[in-house]
């Protein structure tokens, strides 16, 4: 499964120290692919055509880093929008983020 959380041009040979001026941009994509095997998210690049771009510029991840004040841990979470952070849960305590960060801000 692709998660897309980037759409830019690039150049092809970015790597290379001698840079020629004739060289194009390319479309890439860049976003986090999970692997089935090791069970982690792995980041990736990759060229795409322009109709490709287009269609990924409109669907589009956003990467959040949470932190659960109760179990002290943090999650990499990838959603649409940031309407859906509102559902998301801790997967160790199983607790919603929304009122984890409601208490905590309380507290303050």
């Not at 980037?6 to 001026?21: A, T």
């Not at 943090?74 to 959603?79: A, F, P």
Request: proline share 2%; hydrophobic share 25%.
């Amino acid at each position: 499964m692709k998660m897309v959380t980037s759409v830019s041009k690039m150049y092809k040979h970015r790597g290379n120290h001698f840079h020629r001026r004739s060289t194009k941009k390319y479309w890439h994509i860049i976003g986090y692919e999970y692997d089935d095997y090791e069970e982690e998210w792995k980041m990736f690049c990759e060229q795409v055509s322009w109709i490709k771009a287009i269609y990924y510029k409109c669907n589009k991840y956003k990467k959040f880093n949470l932190a659960c004040p109760s179990c002290k841990n943090t999650y990499m979470l990838l959603v649409k929008k940031e309407k859906y952070l509102e559902k998301q849960e801790c997967p160790e305590c199983q607790e919603s983020f929304k009122d984890l960060y409601e208490e905590y801000a309380e507290n303050l």
